[in-house]
């Protein structure tokens, strides 16, 4: 018996040594993860001592010797002697705090992710490859290599990843790789590229073509007209309106036949509406100090590790600081003692859909422009955590790849089937460059050269120097088309419906040192309707940039401290020019109704954190929204639409309030009013409130709470790497646009001075470090949370000192 007894006991602890030292599935190895020697206890780090830590290391492929200094933030200032180094350092104290979030992104850009969780993520990576993302890298790559110093600054990187990829052992990797059950791979400069890809993705991949084509065809095209016009009934565009040209316009090209199409138009989702992004620049004329300020804060998905990584970079010719992303070299938005620029997203018409004739079933070859011509196949494979293989193939026309065939269910609700994908992200490209030559600009001419080789994904560049001038281009690689050519599905088989070439650099919007004394931007339109080229029908709502105009309009003697103060403006725009309407329109209130009103009639209409009349009025005026439209335009799987805009909405409640479209067409024998939906919709406010808080209205219906901004880990799920519930407030259409998942993810504000006196002042929602181990992790959320900024530590030579320097680390070769 005893025998038995200790067999059954030596089996189960083998067994067990077993399961716990394998993986299952997509779940780790969980003895390996939990072991004291290996595992995640590993992965913890002290903090900074007070006391500065000098240490040396060599790293292979170095020319020279490179200093990098560590300030109280984890935040690295590198010196270096020539590029090569400089880039090789950049990459590898990138990979030392974030290199699973450098792999991960990538992966996910390359239609990988399948090798790190298996088969569940198998049409995300098909979705991803089909658009052309490693399509598009290869090409932007391409492009990139052919300028000798981007060429070096990528390899060199590369170089950098590799040296720290190399010095890792199983206990040292990052503590996703232990989770997630798999090592690091060597990083190429196609990585980089795909990084940047990514980006495109995030950023310029939105398309409502299908939709609209779905409305032209149901309602013809004055109601699409009318409902979707080309331009908001209110705004202040990016271009201040009277902008004189510089340029002799180019004839525009002839218009395509109008084309409704015939293929399958069976998906369709809404834009994410709350991402949006601020940058600003004010001149010497409105500021305390004599010299221009600028402003940034590009509004992402809020996420740890943070998107953005803080970092100076001192070489011959170069002494830069800013946020750099995590995969890629140089500094993307920043400063040097003479210039600062920031970014924000463009929204550009740049993808278009043609519907393409196929010759018979076979689909190896297309229609077009009276010929049958060859389909390109590019085979795909995709390779699952457990070793096994799927193949793909995507076929391309002269557009760019057919993401879906008719018979095929698209991953994305916003890709019709059976259309070629036009999109400017497949072209040749050299964006390092413009960031390299910015890290090194003086003065306007060097930013506008640097500009000039700039593609995607488009972006609005601020600008601001210390010879007191300002401005901004809308910038990037724009179509050459016909008014409103994209607006809806294109005739893929009509040569008048390609693009016929492309906007020239010197014709992109812009604007320098306007008379108003100030350029701003915040994803709105580009310009009024007097510019000669098409570069979108829809941009982001107007709130945001009517409010950052209005209050830099009336603003003198400005200071960072009144630029910060901006940069976290709650005001709503939206409900201090509509309120008072919707309020009106109910003409018998009920006891809750009348409660409620006089909560919305006392607020000040600041989105704060306490505040519940935010809350209301979010929810009435979404519900409302949702009343008036979904009977007309509904989700629906065989003829899906969007919705009009909030601004043509508000067009018709201000101006035309017994509008046809007020009325439910779902009822019959009766005719709905506007009353009665703003009625009804406040009482299924208040009503949807009370069932979510189990409370009648009260500080429990706080805007915060309803909003709850989450900054979430990168892996779905990981709660213990996230931070949750953060209390801020805000909104969508709001200057400080946080909402539930996105916000600013990196805030700036740059004071220029002369004689290296400038002043750089900066915050992400995160930390400098990946590893949630690491007191670097999240030390910056509750500065961003308050709306305060870190000074940042310009130093001008590796032998300045500061006491803010807590480690220095000599790489040698």
Sequence with gaps: MKYSKAIVSLAFTIALCYALNRGWGTAPAFGRFLSPFTGFWVNAEKPLSDKP??????????????????????????????????????GYVTAKDRLWQMEFQTHYAAGRLTEIVGEKALESDKYNRRMGAVYGAEKSLAGMMEDPQSKVALEAYSEGVNAY????????????????????????????????????????????????????RKYGREVAEELFPNYPFEESPIIPTGTPQDFTPLPLPKAPADFVGTGSMKASTERDKGIGSNNWAVSGSKSASGLPLLANDPHLTLSLPSI???????????????????????VISGFNKDIAWGVTNVGADIVDWYEVKFKDAKMNEYWHDGQWKKITKRPERYIMKNGEVVLDTVLFTHHGPIVYLDNEKPFKKNIPTGHALRWIAHDKSQELTTFYQLNRAKNYDDYVKALSFYAAPAQNFVFASNQDDIALW????????????????????????????????????HVKNPARGFVSSANQSSTDPIYPYYINWEFAASERGRRINQRLEGMSKITVDSLRALQNDNYNLKAAGILDKLISLVKAPTAKQAKAIKVLQTWNKQNDVG???????????????????????????NIPMKYPSLDKTIQLIKQEPTAKWFDNVNTKNKVETLEELASTSLTATLDSLAKWQKADMGDTWAWANYKSTDIKHLIPGLDAFSKMNVKIGGGTGIVNATTERTGPSWRMIIQLGKNNAVKGYGVIPGGQSGNPGSPHYDDM?????????????????????????????????
Excluded: C
Aim: proline residues 5%.
């Design 53 to 90: 830590v000098q240490g040396s290391l060599q790293l292979a492929g170095l020319q020279d010797e490179v200093t990098i200094e560590y300030d109280e933030l984890g935040i690295p200032h590198i010196f270096a002697n020539n590029d090569h180094d400089l880039y090789l350092a950049q």
């Design 165 to 216: 990829i190399d010095q890792l052992k199983v206990r040292t990797l990052p503590v996703e790789y232990k989770l997630l059950g798999y090592q690091p791979e060597r990083w190429t400069p196609i990585k980089s590229a795909l990084f940047l890809k990514n980006m495109s993705f995030v950023l310029a991949s939105g398309t409502d073509d299908l939709r609209m084509t779905n409305i032209l």
């Design 308 to 330: 953005w990584y803080q970092m100076q970079l001192v070489g011959p010719n170069v002494n830069v600081y800013g946020a750099t992303m995590p995969g890629t070299p140089n």
């Design 474 to 509: 809308v910038n990037g690689k724009f179509p050459l088309k016909a008014k409103l050519q994209g607006k809806y599905i294109l005739d893929g088989t009509d040569k008048m419906a390609d693009w016929q070439g492309f906007i020239p650099h010197a014709h992109n919007p």
């Design 611 to 637: 505040e519940i009349a935010p809350t209301i009025f979010e929810t009435w005026s979404n519900l409302l929204y949702e009343s008036i439209w979904k009977d007309e335009f509904a989700y629906d799987e």
């Design 781 to 813: 959320v509750e500065t961003w949370r308050q709306g305060k900024l870190n000074e940042l530590l310009f130093l001008q030579n590796k032998n300045e000192k500061s006491a803010r320097i807590k480690k220095t680390i000599k790489l040698t070769k």
